[in-house]
């Protein structure tokens, strides 16, 4: 069984994180504080920390596999070009074997992918698939 790390989760992330669970992997989410019971209610494990401060993050990656960064759709440049970017700098020296990346930013997650060597799928309309595949199930 993998761990799966959803940053951050929310409402599309709480969806597949109740998917995941219920295809028996072991999830993890984070949230800033706000969703902790409703990460609970879909069955992963609730992890606080702030995407804008990765060095918050760090606590959440023990144990994880795959990492999913839902956080493509955000008009907040920065969040994708510097902490992104830094995310996968950092996830060298841990046992995170994959990203799932969502949304737009796609060449600066192909950049880090091939940087650091981390492999990485796109989540598309189907983000557990994306997991799938990274896991190859």
Known sequence: MARVLIIPCGCRGRALAA????AGQAVRGTTRGDHVAEIEAAG?????GDPDRI????????GVTIVCWLMGTLPVPELHEGRLRMLCEKLVDTGVRGVVHEGS??????RSSETWQIPLAF????????VNRLLGV
């Open 123 to 130: 989540a598309g309309d189907d983000p557990r698939a994306a």
């Open 19 to 22: 998917s995941l669970v219920a």
């Open 105 to 110: 930013y796609e060449e600066l997650s192909r």
């Open 55 to 62: 060095g918050t993050l760090m606590g959440a990656l023990s």
């Open 44 to 48: 992963a494990e609730a992890y606080v």
